[in-house]
């Protein structure tokens, strides 16, 4: 069975008639990446024939010279299984440089644009939550200020300072949740 190729969409064809060498894009910030060049085979072989053909002369010469030159530019390994091979040779030489993030399924660069404490690109990082102190806010919990009226999520309101917490009860203590008279003992709110 075939191997699978990785970074399929992110990835620019970078070969010549001498070789192959592929780079790879961060599908963030657009960064690239080179794999390593590998020289080719048949390249190689088509220019020596080509060489030898010019060198030999005549008719045998030519007709080498023409089979150098279409062993050069007619390659079977710049299509097909040769072409999957070099590719997945360079996706290998590369793979270190990327991760690919389990929320959007883009392939970004480890350096700058995935969130390691996450687990994340930073595109998704953003919406996730992460153990600390807005951990379990749903993103999209909005709250209202009570004394300037801004929205925002959190403890305290961003805009003045307030806390967003009820407050407490003049009679009792207890917090109050927006009513006119306390639940637990029916002071006035105040």
């Not at 072989?45 to 010019?54: Q, Y």
Request: aromatic share 8%.
């Amino acid at each position: 069975m075939p191997e699978v190729i990785r970074f399929t969409s992110n990835v620019t064809d970078c070969s010549t008639s001498d070789g192959y060498q592929f780079e790879f894009h961060c599908q963030r910030c657009g960064n690239g990446y080179r794999s390593t060049f590998r020289h080719s085979v048949t390249g190689f072989g088509g220019r020596l024939a080509a060489l030898g053909g010019t060198i030999l002369g005549g008719e045998i010469g030519s007709r080498i010279q023409q089979i150098g030159l279409m062993a050069q530019w007619n390659r079977p390994s710049t299509r097909g299984t040769m072409s999957d091979q070099h590719m997945v040779e360079a996706a290998a030489d590369v793979a270190h440089e990327f991760r690919q993030c389990g929320t959007c399924s883009d392939w970004v660069c480890s350096g700058g644009c995935w969130d390691e404490r996450v687990g994340r690109c930073r595109n998704c990082a953003v919406t996730t939550p992460v153990p600390g102190p807005s951990y379990g806010t749903v993103p999209g919990d909005v709250r209202f200020c009570g004394h300037c009226g801004a929205q925002g999520s959190g403890r305290f309101c961003g805009s003045c300072g307030t806390s967003y917490d009820a407050p407490p009860c003049v009679g009792c203590g207890s917090p109050q949740r927006g009513t006119a008279f306390c639940q637990n003992c029916g002071a006035p709110a105040g």
